[in-house]
Structure formats: C-alpha cells, structure tokens
C-alpha cells in the first residue's frame, strides 16, 4: 500500500518538476530585461518570481529524490524477498506417493 502512494506522489512531483522547468525563463532571457520589459512590475517583484520558483523547484526536486530512493528501497526488499522464496535451498521437497505405491498388487474385479 506504501509503494502505490510514494508511487503517486513520485509522479505528481515528476508532472510539478517538468511543469515548474517549462515555466522558468532561460538565462539568456535577462538580456530582454535590460531594455525595459517590464520585469519590475510583475507580480512577485524584480528578482521574487525567480526565487520563489526555483526555490520550489529545489523543494520539488529534493521530494523526487526522496520518493526515488524510497522506491528502490522498497523494490529491492520485494525482490529480495521473492528471490528467497524461489531459492533452491529454501524449497521444500515434495515426495510424489504415487510413485511409491506398491505395484505388485494388482486388483482383481
């Protein structure tokens, strides 16, 4: 059950990541600022809105890696587990009984 929710929230802060990233302006894009494109005016102020987003993309980001660490670790003590149970050393023997069986009888009718 913890493996399909860390699931979900791994892909949820893959889809916030890739959206965060397509947001953010390139660093070429200053040059455009320099000659009065209004970066002032905006919402979270001259140099806010670059901060707050790479401040949660960095938050995003340390969750991704959290939920992929996370996920390995609980892939690989699944695995670990199958493999034991499909050991050779840890499977039991099963005796066939009808291989067995006394066949010198033979039943009359």
Do not use: C, W
């Amino acid at each position: 059950m913890t493996f399909q929710i860390i699931l979900v929230v791994h892909v949820l802060l893959a889809l916030g990541l890739v959206g965060l990233i397509l947001i953010q302006h390139g660093k070429g894009a200053d040059a455009g600022a320099a000659f009065g494109s209004g970066a002032a005016g905006s919402v979270f102020g001259a140099r806010g809105a670059h901060s707050f987003l790479y401040k949660l993309t960095a938050i995003l980001a340390i969750g991704f890696f959290v939920t992929s660490i996370s996920l390995a670790y609980f892939a690989s003590n699944e695995r670990t587990a199958s493999d034991s149970d499909q050991s050779i050393m840890s499977q039991s023997v099963v005796v066939d009984d009808a291989s067995n069986e006394d066949t010198s009888e033979i039943p009359s009718n």
